[in-house]
Structure formats: structure tokens, C-alpha cells
């Protein structure tokens, strides 16, 4: 019984890191790429930070496991079936649009998905959503922001930002549609419940997209999911054959 | 991007700090991005820190021809600078 929560509970956590570990990979390859140079040193920040969360997620899931896997095997030794993070953060970078819209969802709701943790029954976690709300505060301002400027901007950059923002939607919802782990963490009193973490996401947006003259899409539109589950889209392949590389060819290398 | 993007002059106080420095100048498209930037750029978002941003057109300098007169004349006359005090032993690195 308690080692089968205890899976649970690592599988929990591995989405959390998963989610910061992709995502940031993904910024990092618009290092040197941004459209400014103080849009480029946020970007790689944000990426930063975001490793930076990835590390205590994955340590704790390894030390759960009790398996031997730290930060790094978690990270370089599982293939794209293994992988928790949600479809929306392995969407490619496409222009900076796609990119911010991106960020603003994920900001979004990893935000509100943060704060609810911060009160977790588990101290652990309770301290790393505390560690990490600190950075996700000023990266959903910033994501913000950005959507405001670019959607209120000029009419290409207003086009391209509700293309991004109709494009990204599906991937949008993942995170609430809760199954079996969600729901036992919810029983633990580790993680906050589906719907009002919905409901604050779906306030945040509208708020922002309406200062930024951009149309809401449909709240109750089909959302994708699998990633949580480990069923992928074609794109995380890719990013992990880059990722992995050195680990792959030379294993168990110390660096 | 310059048309667009004007120069900004930042100023931080850090944590412990008494005043705000000028550290640098950055591109933005208005305060709150320059803001914003400043934080990424210059403080690497250390916590406790005040930062200014300031058009940098909204900035005015002496020119460096005036430095003669603005400076000069307090140089010569050393009655104004307090070096004739002696100091007592104890008192250390004033």
C-alpha cells in the first residue's frame, strides 16, 4: 500500500519536473535568437530558473524512488514513454508568438498550480513550490506583458499572436484534466483540486487576453492529453535525441 | 530598434546599499519593460533591490568644457577641505 503511493507520488513528481525540464530546454535554444538583447537574457533567465526547478523536483523523485536515478539519470536516461511533462511545453518554438503564447500558458497555470502546492501535506514539495513561486510570479508578469504588447502592438503582430493563441489552446487544458495520480495527490492533500485551479487559469487568461484586444478561445474545447501519461507527440523525440546525446553515447560520465 | 526601442539609464540600490548607481543602460520600449529588463539584465533578480529607469533624454550633463569652471575654483582654496583636523589615536579609517 504505501509503496504503491509512494510510485504515485513519484510519478507526481516527475510531471512537475518534466514540465520545468522540457520547457526549459526549449528556451534554451533561442540563446542568442531573441528579438532584443534584454529579450534574450529574460528568455535564457527564465530558462534558468526553470532548470533550476527541475533540479530539486528530479533530486526528490530520485531520493522517493530510492532507486539510485539523482537529478541527472532521471533526466538524461529516460526516453520520450517516460517523460510526464505536458504536450504544451514540447510544442516547437515557432516565432516569438508561439513562443509567448506558450509561456503565458504554462506560466498561467504553473502560477496557480505553485501556489496550491505551497500548501501541500508533503514539506518537500510544500518547500520547492515555495522556492519556485517566487520565479513563476515574475515570469507570468512578464509573459503577460508580452502578450498585451503584442496582442494590442500593431495588426501583424496582433494576427500573429491570436494565430499562436488559437493554435496553442488544445494543449492548454492538460494539466486539468486530472486522472488517477492527480486524484491521489488531491486525496493527500498534496495537490490543489482540478476545478478551482481551472477557474483561476481560465480568469487570468480571459483578463489578459481582453487588455490585449485578443479573442478568448472556447473554455469547454477539447483539450489534448497524454503527455502526463507519457504518450507524447512527435516533437519530444527530438528534443530528447538533442538533450541525451552525451549521455546516450558515453554513459555514466562524470562532468 | 533604437527608433522604437529608446535607451534607458538604470539605477539599482542594492540590498544593503545606501543610494541608487547608476550600472548601466539598456533598450526598452517603455518603463515597465525597462523595468522589467533591468531586472534581468542587472540585478539577476537578487531580492530587496530598488531599481530606477530613466530616459536616457531626460538625463542632462555638465559638459566636460565646463569642468574648469564648475570645478577648478574649489580646488585652490583648501580653508574648505576639512584636512587640518587632527585626529585623535583611537579613532581608526575616517
Excluded at chain 2, 58 to 65: E, K
Aim: with cysteine.
Amino acid at each position: 500500500m504505501n509503496e504503491k503511493i509512494d510510485g504515485v507520488k513519484f510519478d507526481y513528481l516527475l510531471r512537475q519536473g518534466d514540465n520545468a525540464l522540457i520547457l526549459s530546454q526549449q528556451l534554451s535554444k533561442l540563446c542568442g535568437k531573441g528579438p532584443a538583447l534584454e529579450e534574450d537574457m529574460a528568455l535564457t533567465n527564465v530558462a534558468l530558473d526553470l532548470l533550476g526547478q527541475t533540479r530539486m523536483w528530479l533530486t526528490y523523485a530520485g531520493e522517493l524512488e530510492g532507486a539510485g536515478r539523482d537529478e541527472d539519470k532521471l533526466a538524461y536516461l529516460r526516453d520520450a514513454h517516460q517523460m510526464r511533462n505536458c504536450l504544451l511545453l514540447e510544442q516547437p518554438n515557432g516565432n516569438y508568438a508561439d513562443t509567448m503564447v506558450r509561456q503565458f500558458y504554462f506560466d498561467t497555470w504553473h502560477y496557480f498550480l505553485m501556489l496550491g502546492l505551497t500548501k501541500a501535506s508533503d514539506v518537500r514539495i510544500a518547500e520547492i513550490a515555495e522556492k519556485s513561486i517566487k520565479e513563476v510570479t515574475y515570469h507570468l508578469r512578464r509573459s503577460g506583458d508580452l502578450i498585451v504588447r503584442m496582442g494590442d502592438g500593431t495588426p501583424e503582430s496582433h494576427a500573429k499572436t491570436q494565430a499562436a493563441v488559437n493554435a496553442l489552446w488544445m494543449y492548454s487544458g492538460e494539466v486539468f484534466l486530472y486522472d488517477a495520480v492527480d486524484e491521489a495527490m488531491v486525496a493527500q492533500g498534496v495537490a490543489p483540486a482540478a476545478e478551482g485551479l481551472r477557474a483561476q487559469f481560465m480568469e487570468h487568461v480571459s483578463e489578459i487576453f481582453a487588455e490585449a484586444t485578443l479573442t478568448m478561445p472556447d473554455p469547454a474545447a477539447w483539450m489534448q492529453k497524454g503527455g502526463k501519461q507519457g504518450r507524447h507527440s512527435e516533437h519530444l523525440g527530438y528534443i530528447l535525441a538533442e538533450m541525451q546525446f552525451l549521455q546516450r553515447a558515453y554513459p555514466g560520465s562524470e562532468w | 530598434m533604437s527608433k522604437e526601442w529608446p535607451l534607458w539609464e538604470v539605477f539599482i540600490r542594492s540590498q544593503h546599499g545606501l543610494a541608487h548607481k547608476h550600472v548601466g543602460s539598456l533598450h526598452a520600449s517603455d518603463a515597465e519593460m525597462a523595468v522589467n529588463n533591468a531586472r534581468d539584465v542587472y540585478t539577476r533578480r537578487n531580492e530587496g533591490v530598488s531599481i530606477w529607469v530613466v530616459r536616457a533624454a531626460d538625463i542632462v550633463a555638465s559638459s566636460p568644457g565646463d569642468k574648469t569652471a564648475l570645478f577648478e575654483p574649489s580646488n585652490n582654496k583648501v580653508y574648505r577641505h576639512p584636512t587640518f583636523f587632527p585626529m585623535p589615536e583611537e579613532v581608526k579609517n575616517l
